[in-house]
């Protein structure tokens, strides 16, 4: 593994065995409203198996499990894993089978699953098309392959990752509408639709369940307060009650292997 890749491994497995908890506590992420709107936009039936890949926590696992035949999560944090066995057994769902694995090497063969998903990944990833391309290799032809993420526009694209680097230093890029087409485009996938929403997250709940570089708190406090009402960064900040919010951007992509 080449230097900076393992750098990016350590970084990933520091942030997110740190996030476990903080990340699966987060109201936003466990939304039923957004919850169905992923269920609707990508399809999901009774009948489908469902893999999940990167499932973190696996909140969106636990919540398709309610609805497809099977559900499968895999995240390559050890720490991610127990947490999601632990949600699972509280909440008794007994249709769901975890592992640990990396995306880019998924352990299941070709054309498994009727449905692939993920949520959250990609800004994380040094090669998006070869997440995308496994994603897409172990999705049976018909099915479907969705990403949700977040997905700023182009003209708010550097503001927003120079702050989420800053929060989470384990942020690659967060890709834009324009370059997630071209990635499903590129990786030969069809039928691509899209959905958009906007999550809001008190900024200082946000800050308090992230773990940013020492002073990098307070960069991003200066930051989000300075776009109020400029929307640089792509967040839409808004204050509220004597609170700022950052409104993060989101998009469902659904796109079909054929």
């Not at 636990?62 to 944090?77: C, P, Q, S, T, W």
């Not at 632990?86 to 009727?114: A, H, V």
């Not at 384990?170 to 324009?178: F, I, M, N, R």
């Not at 639709?193 to 999550?199: E, F, I, Q, R």
Request: proline share 6%; net charge neutral.
């Amino acid at each position: 593994m080449a230097g900076n890749d393992l750098n990016h491994e350590n970084l990933i497995l520091s942030q997110f065995s740190k996030q476990a908890i903080p990340f699966s506590n987060i109201p936003g992420h466990s939304d039923k409203a957004v919850f169905d709107l992923i269920i609707k936009t990508s399809g999901i039936t009774k009948n489908d198996t469902v893999l999940d890949v990167a499932c973190g926590p696996g909140i969106l696992s636990l919540a398709l499990a309610e609805m497809a035949r099977n559900v499968f999560g895999i995240d390559k944090v050890p720490d991610m894993i127990k947490r999601a066995k632990q949600l699972q057994l509280e909440k008794n769902i007994k249709n769901i089978s975890w592992e640990i694995g990396d995306m880019y090497e998924l352990p299941y063969r070709d054309e498994y699953f009727d449905v692939v998903i993920t949520r959250y990944s990609f800004h994380h990833l040094l090669y998006p098309l070869k997440g995308l391309m496994e994603m897409k290799r172990v999705c049976r032809h018909g099915g479907t392959v969705t990403i949700i993420d977040v997905a700023p526009l182009p003209e708010n694209q550097y503001g927003y990752n120079h702050v989420e680097k800053l929060r989470d230093p384990s942020t690659t890029k967060a890709l834009t509408p324009p370059e997630f087409l071209s990635l499903a485009q590129r990786a030969g996938l069809k039928n691509i639709t899209n959905k958009y929403y906007k999550l809001p997250r008190e900024l200082e709940d946000q800050l308090a369940n992230s773990f940013p570089d020492k002073d990098d708190d307070e960069k991003i406090r200066e930051l989000i307060k300075k776009d109020l009402g400029k929307n640089n960064t792509g967040f839409s900040p808004n204050e509220k009650d004597g609170l700022i919010y950052m409104n993060y951007p989101h998009m469902i992509m659904v796109c079909q292997k054929i």
